[in-house]
Protein backbone atom coordinates (compact mmCIF):
# COMPACT_ATOMS: atom_id res chain seq x y z
CA UNK A 1 0.00 0.00 0.00
CA UNK A 2 1.41 3.38 -1.18
CA UNK A 3 -0.76 6.55 0.70
CA UNK A 4 0.55 9.58 1.01
CA UNK A 5 -0.64 9.23 4.87
CA UNK A 6 0.76 9.74 8.50
CA UNK A 7 -0.89 6.67 10.39
CA UNK A 8 -3.68 4.96 8.92
CA UNK A 9 -5.55 5.49 12.56
CA UNK A 10 -5.62 9.16 12.31
CA UNK A 11 -6.65 9.40 8.80
CA UNK A 12 -9.75 11.05 9.04
CA UNK A 13 -8.99 13.45 11.88
CA UNK A 14 -6.18 14.95 9.78
CA UNK A 15 -7.73 14.92 6.37
CA UNK A 16 -10.87 17.38 8.80
CA UNK A 17 -8.02 19.02 9.52
CA UNK A 18 -6.27 19.60 6.71
CA UNK A 19 -9.98 20.69 4.85
CA UNK A 20 -10.75 23.10 7.96
CA UNK A 21 -7.61 24.96 7.52
CA UNK A 22 -7.84 25.64 3.67
CA UNK A 23 -12.01 26.07 3.66
CA UNK A 24 -11.34 28.08 6.52
CA UNK A 25 -14.10 30.76 5.15
CA UNK A 26 -16.91 28.10 4.31
CA UNK A 27 -16.33 25.65 7.21
CA UNK A 28 -15.15 24.54 11.00
CA UNK A 29 -14.78 21.52 12.77
CA UNK A 30 -16.85 20.88 16.15
CA UNK A 31 -14.69 20.30 18.68
CA UNK A 32 -17.32 17.54 20.13
CA UNK A 33 -15.83 14.99 17.13
CA UNK A 34 -15.19 14.47 13.34
CA UNK A 35 -18.45 16.93 12.45
CA UNK A 36 -18.08 19.91 9.61
CA UNK A 37 -20.29 22.44 10.06
CA UNK A 38 -20.69 25.62 7.69
CA UNK A 39 -20.11 29.39 9.24
CA UNK A 40 -23.02 30.85 7.63
CA UNK A 41 -25.00 33.01 9.97
CA UNK A 42 -27.94 31.75 11.44
CA UNK A 43 -31.35 32.60 9.54
CA UNK A 44 -34.06 30.38 11.43
CA UNK A 45 -34.79 28.35 8.50
CA UNK A 46 -34.28 24.18 8.20
CA UNK A 47 -30.91 22.78 9.04
CA UNK A 48 -29.59 19.92 7.23
CA UNK A 49 -27.33 16.84 8.14
CA UNK A 50 -25.56 14.07 6.34
CA UNK A 51 -22.57 12.05 7.00
CA UNK A 52 -21.74 8.51 6.97
CA UNK A 53 -18.03 6.54 6.81
CA UNK A 54 -15.06 8.90 5.40
CA UNK A 55 -13.80 7.63 1.93
CA UNK A 56 -16.20 9.25 -0.49
CA UNK A 57 -14.55 12.70 -0.13
CA UNK A 58 -15.81 15.32 -1.02
CA UNK A 59 -18.98 13.41 0.28
CA UNK A 60 -20.52 14.66 2.50
CA UNK A 61 -18.10 17.93 4.30
CA UNK A 62 -17.58 19.10 0.71
CA UNK A 63 -21.51 19.70 0.41
CA UNK A 64 -21.40 21.64 3.41
CA UNK A 65 -22.91 25.35 2.99
CA UNK A 66 -24.96 28.17 1.81
CA UNK A 67 -27.14 26.35 -0.06
CA UNK A 68 -26.46 22.77 0.60
CA UNK A 69 -26.09 20.75 3.92
CA UNK A 70 -25.81 22.29 7.32
CA UNK A 71 -23.16 19.97 8.66
CA UNK A 72 -21.90 16.29 7.84
CA UNK A 73 -21.12 13.83 10.16
CA UNK A 74 -17.53 11.86 9.31
CA UNK A 75 -17.48 8.35 10.39
CA UNK A 76 -14.20 6.35 10.82
CA UNK A 77 -13.18 4.83 6.97
CA UNK A 78 -16.37 2.96 5.45
CA UNK A 79 -17.99 3.05 9.20
CA UNK A 80 -21.16 4.83 10.51
CA UNK A 81 -20.68 7.83 12.49
CA UNK A 82 -22.13 7.05 16.17
CA UNK A 83 -25.35 8.64 17.73
CA UNK A 84 -23.63 11.23 19.70
CA UNK A 85 -21.69 12.48 17.06
CA UNK A 86 -25.26 12.84 14.73
CA UNK A 87 -26.81 14.04 18.09
CA UNK A 88 -24.23 17.00 18.06
CA UNK A 89 -24.66 17.86 14.30
CA UNK A 90 -28.14 18.03 15.06
CA UNK A 91 -28.11 20.47 17.54
CA UNK A 92 -25.45 22.67 15.42
CA UNK A 93 -27.63 22.50 12.55
CA UNK A 94 -31.02 23.24 14.77
CA UNK A 95 -31.96 26.95 13.90
CA UNK A 96 -35.57 26.53 15.09
CA UNK A 97 -37.16 25.02 12.16
CA UNK A 98 -36.34 21.73 12.62
CA UNK A 99 -33.96 19.71 10.97
CA UNK A 100 -33.70 17.27 8.13
CA UNK A 101 -31.57 14.27 7.88
CA UNK A 102 -30.25 12.93 4.82
CA UNK A 103 -28.84 8.61 5.33
CA UNK A 104 -27.77 6.72 2.72
CA UNK A 105 -29.19 3.37 2.93
CA UNK A 106 -26.31 1.20 4.52
CA UNK A 107 -28.21 -0.87 8.35
CA UNK A 108 -25.51 1.39 10.43
CA UNK A 109 -26.18 4.66 9.26
CA UNK A 110 -29.58 4.19 9.13
CA UNK A 111 -29.52 2.84 12.59
CA UNK A 112 -27.27 5.36 14.10
CA UNK A 113 -29.16 8.40 12.40
CA UNK A 114 -32.63 7.36 13.26
CA UNK A 115 -30.73 7.09 17.35
CA UNK A 116 -29.39 10.24 17.01
CA UNK A 117 -33.13 11.99 15.60
CA UNK A 118 -34.58 10.51 18.96
CA UNK A 119 -32.12 11.81 21.18
CA UNK A 120 -32.88 15.11 19.62
CA UNK A 121 -36.17 14.77 19.56
CA UNK A 122 -35.79 13.89 23.85
CA UNK A 123 -34.42 17.33 23.42
CA UNK A 124 -37.50 19.44 21.60
CA UNK A 125 -35.46 19.19 18.16
CA UNK A 126 -37.57 18.27 15.27
CA UNK A 127 -36.36 15.91 12.95
CA UNK A 128 -37.58 14.15 9.70
CA UNK A 129 -35.55 12.07 7.72
CA UNK A 130 -35.27 10.82 4.44
CA UNK A 131 -33.24 7.81 3.21
CA UNK A 132 -31.55 7.70 0.20
CA UNK A 133 -31.91 4.05 -2.15
CA UNK A 134 -30.69 5.12 -5.79
CA UNK A 135 -28.17 2.10 -6.58
CA UNK A 136 -30.31 -0.52 -8.63
CA UNK A 137 -27.48 -2.67 -8.93
CA UNK A 138 -28.49 -5.26 -6.18
CA UNK A 139 -31.63 -5.45 -3.95
CA UNK A 140 -29.78 -6.20 -0.87
CA UNK A 141 -25.70 -5.83 -0.01
CA UNK A 142 -23.48 -6.67 2.90
CA UNK A 143 -24.22 -3.88 5.13
CA UNK A 144 -28.16 -2.90 3.39
CA UNK A 145 -31.63 -4.16 3.58
CA UNK A 146 -32.53 -2.74 0.00
CA UNK A 147 -30.94 -0.88 -2.64
CA UNK A 148 -27.92 0.55 -1.38
CA UNK A 149 -27.57 4.81 -1.42
CA UNK A 150 -25.01 6.48 -3.70
CA UNK A 151 -24.14 8.89 -5.25
CA UNK A 152 -27.41 10.30 -6.06
CA UNK A 153 -27.69 11.29 -2.72
CA UNK A 154 -25.39 14.23 -3.86
CA UNK A 155 -28.23 15.83 -5.72
CA UNK A 156 -31.23 15.31 -2.56
CA UNK A 157 -28.51 17.76 -0.98
CA UNK A 158 -28.76 20.18 -3.58
CA UNK A 159 -32.11 20.54 -4.10
CA UNK A 160 -33.26 20.26 -0.45
CA UNK A 161 -30.25 22.72 -0.03
CA UNK A 162 -32.34 24.97 -2.29
CA UNK A 163 -35.63 24.53 -0.48
CA UNK A 164 -34.40 24.80 2.82
CA UNK A 165 -32.34 28.06 1.88
CA UNK A 166 -35.75 29.15 0.66
CA UNK A 167 -37.37 29.06 3.64
CA UNK A 168 -39.53 25.67 3.12
CA UNK A 169 -40.96 24.27 5.90
CA UNK A 170 -39.61 20.70 7.54
CA UNK A 171 -42.86 19.55 6.63
CA UNK A 172 -42.26 20.77 3.18
CA UNK A 173 -38.78 19.54 2.24
CA UNK A 174 -39.70 16.00 4.04
CA UNK A 175 -42.70 15.41 1.19
CA UNK A 176 -40.84 17.07 -1.57
CA UNK A 177 -37.91 14.25 -0.52
CA UNK A 178 -40.22 11.39 -0.31
CA UNK A 179 -40.86 12.30 -4.19
CA UNK A 180 -37.60 12.97 -5.19
CA UNK A 181 -35.74 9.60 -3.81
CA UNK A 182 -38.25 8.22 -6.43
CA UNK A 183 -36.80 9.75 -8.99
CA UNK A 184 -33.10 9.04 -8.63
CA UNK A 185 -31.25 5.86 -9.62
CA UNK A 186 -27.38 5.14 -10.03
CA UNK A 187 -25.91 2.32 -11.38
CA UNK A 188 -21.67 1.60 -11.12
CA UNK A 189 -18.76 0.06 -12.53
CA UNK A 190 -15.43 -0.42 -10.88
CA UNK A 191 -11.85 -1.40 -12.85
CA UNK A 192 -10.22 -1.51 -9.22
CA UNK A 193 -11.11 -1.67 -5.41
CA UNK A 194 -10.49 0.49 -2.88
CA UNK A 195 -7.71 -0.07 -0.62
CA UNK A 196 -8.82 1.33 2.92
CA UNK A 197 -5.55 2.81 4.82
CA UNK A 198 -6.07 0.60 7.96
CA UNK A 199 -6.42 -2.75 6.18
CA UNK A 200 -3.76 -2.09 3.68
CA UNK A 201 -5.36 -3.89 0.83
CA UNK A 202 -7.56 -4.27 -2.02
CA UNK A 203 -11.37 -4.92 -0.89
CA UNK A 204 -11.21 -7.55 -4.04
CA UNK A 205 -9.38 -8.44 -6.69
CA UNK A 206 -10.03 -7.66 -10.67
CA UNK A 207 -7.05 -8.72 -13.40
CA UNK A 208 -5.85 -6.07 -15.43
CA UNK A 209 -8.42 -7.25 -18.18
CA UNK A 210 -11.53 -7.45 -15.66
CA UNK A 211 -14.72 -5.17 -14.81
CA UNK A 212 -17.45 -5.64 -12.44
CA UNK A 213 -20.53 -4.21 -13.13
CA UNK A 214 -22.79 -2.63 -9.98
CA UNK A 215 -19.97 -2.77 -7.39
CA UNK A 216 -20.54 -0.27 -4.25
CA UNK A 217 -19.29 2.29 -2.49
CA UNK A 218 -17.56 0.37 -0.11
CA UNK A 219 -16.60 -2.55 -2.50
CA UNK A 220 -19.42 -4.28 -1.73
CA UNK A 221 -20.07 -6.76 -4.76
CA UNK A 222 -21.83 -5.96 -7.74
CA UNK A 223 -23.76 -8.24 -10.08
CA UNK A 224 -21.80 -9.31 -12.78
CA UNK A 225 -17.72 -9.77 -13.89
CA UNK A 226 -16.57 -9.51 -17.52
CA UNK A 227 -13.77 -8.61 -19.68
CA UNK A 228 -12.31 -5.18 -19.89
CA UNK A 229 -14.78 -2.89 -22.58
CA UNK A 230 -14.10 0.16 -24.14
CA UNK A 231 -16.30 3.23 -22.81
CA UNK A 232 -19.30 2.55 -25.14
CA UNK A 233 -20.13 -0.87 -24.30
CA UNK A 234 -19.97 0.40 -20.33
CA UNK A 235 -22.41 2.88 -21.40
CA UNK A 236 -25.07 1.13 -22.89
CA UNK A 237 -24.49 -1.95 -20.02
CA UNK A 238 -25.33 1.00 -17.52
CA UNK A 239 -28.09 3.31 -19.62
CA UNK A 240 -30.15 0.22 -20.19
CA UNK A 241 -30.06 -0.55 -16.79
CA UNK A 242 -31.47 3.03 -16.10
CA UNK A 243 -34.24 2.20 -18.55
CA UNK A 244 -35.29 -0.80 -16.95
CA UNK A 245 -36.13 1.42 -14.19
CA UNK A 246 -37.33 4.55 -15.51
CA UNK A 247 -39.17 3.36 -18.55
CA UNK A 248 -37.80 6.24 -20.85
CA UNK A 249 -40.54 7.91 -22.69
CA UNK A 250 -39.25 10.46 -25.78
CA UNK A 251 -39.18 14.22 -24.76
CA UNK A 252 -39.09 13.39 -20.92
CA UNK A 253 -36.29 16.04 -18.88
CA UNK A 254 -33.71 14.34 -17.02
CA UNK A 255 -30.37 15.60 -15.47
CA UNK A 256 -27.53 13.30 -15.64
CA UNK A 257 -24.08 12.99 -13.21
CA UNK A 258 -21.56 10.93 -13.89
CA UNK A 259 -19.12 10.61 -11.00
CA UNK A 260 -15.78 9.29 -10.84
CA UNK A 261 -14.85 6.93 -8.23
CA UNK A 262 -11.68 8.14 -6.55
CA UNK A 263 -8.87 7.03 -9.55
CA UNK A 264 -10.92 7.49 -12.52
CA UNK A 265 -9.01 10.42 -14.83
CA UNK A 266 -12.01 13.87 -15.87
CA UNK A 267 -10.64 12.48 -19.27
CA UNK A 268 -12.18 9.07 -19.15
CA UNK A 269 -15.34 10.32 -17.12
CA UNK A 270 -16.19 12.89 -20.22
CA UNK A 271 -15.55 10.42 -23.19
CA UNK A 272 -17.93 7.93 -21.25
CA UNK A 273 -20.48 11.09 -20.75
CA UNK A 274 -20.20 11.85 -24.19
CA UNK A 275 -21.04 7.90 -24.66
CA UNK A 276 -24.25 8.52 -22.30
CA UNK A 277 -25.31 11.32 -24.18
CA UNK A 278 -25.25 9.61 -27.37
CA UNK A 279 -27.62 6.74 -26.37
CA UNK A 280 -29.70 9.09 -24.59
CA UNK A 281 -30.60 10.97 -27.56
CA UNK A 282 -31.34 8.03 -29.46
CA UNK A 283 -34.08 7.32 -26.59
CA UNK A 284 -35.04 11.22 -27.44
CA UNK A 285 -34.44 12.02 -23.22
CA UNK A 286 -33.84 15.83 -23.09
CA UNK A 287 -30.75 16.17 -20.91
CA UNK A 288 -31.30 19.66 -19.17
CA UNK A 289 -29.11 19.18 -16.75
CA UNK A 290 -25.23 17.28 -16.87
CA UNK A 291 -22.75 17.46 -13.94
CA UNK A 292 -19.35 15.51 -14.20
CA UNK A 293 -16.61 14.88 -11.82
CA UNK A 294 -15.55 13.46 -8.35
CA UNK A 295 -18.69 13.91 -6.03
CA UNK A 296 -19.50 10.04 -3.85
CA UNK A 297 -15.64 8.48 -4.58
CA UNK A 298 -14.45 5.09 -3.00
CA UNK A 299 -10.99 6.23 -1.72
CA UNK A 300 -8.71 4.98 -4.29
CA UNK A 301 -11.29 2.63 -7.02
CA UNK A 302 -11.22 3.07 -10.20
CA UNK A 303 -14.64 3.24 -12.07
CA UNK A 304 -17.30 4.92 -12.17
CA UNK A 305 -21.36 5.74 -11.31
CA UNK A 306 -23.89 7.08 -13.91
CA UNK A 307 -26.72 8.95 -11.97
CA UNK A 308 -29.89 9.73 -13.74
CA UNK A 309 -32.36 12.13 -11.85
CA UNK A 310 -36.53 12.57 -14.09
CA UNK A 311 -36.97 16.09 -13.36
CA UNK A 312 -41.19 15.72 -12.71
CA UNK A 313 -41.13 18.87 -11.28
CA UNK A 314 -39.25 21.91 -12.94
CA UNK A 315 -38.51 23.32 -9.60
CA UNK A 316 -36.12 20.44 -9.65
CA UNK A 317 -33.62 21.86 -12.09
CA UNK A 318 -34.18 25.55 -10.78
CA UNK A 319 -32.60 24.22 -7.65
CA UNK A 320 -30.06 22.07 -9.18
CA UNK A 321 -28.64 25.20 -11.00
CA UNK A 322 -28.68 27.69 -7.92
CA UNK A 323 -25.40 28.57 -6.83
CA UNK A 324 -23.98 27.57 -4.07
CA UNK A 325 -21.03 28.31 -1.34
CA UNK A 326 -19.66 25.34 -1.24
CA UNK A 327 -16.15 23.74 -1.02
CA UNK A 328 -17.25 20.65 -3.86
CA UNK A 329 -20.69 21.66 -5.87
Known amino acids: MKKIINKPEDVVKEMLDGLTFT?????KKLPEGEIIVRKTAKSGKVGLVSG???GHEPSHAGFVGDGMLSAAVCGAVFTSPT?????EAIKAADEGAGVMLIIKNYS?????????KEMAEMEDIRVEEIIVDDDIAVENSLYTQGRRGVAGTVLVHKILGSLARAGATLEEIKQTANQLVKNIKTIGVALSAATVPEVGKPGFELSDNELEYGVGIHSEPGYRLEAMKPSKELAHELVYKLKEEFNFMPGEKYGVLVNGMGATPLMEQFIFTNDVAQLLAVEKIDLVFKKVGNYMTSIDMAGLSLTLIKLEDENWLTALNEPVKTIAW
Open 52 to 54: GGS
Open 108 to 116: GDVMNFEMA
Open 23 to 27: YDGLV
Open 83 to 87: PDQIY
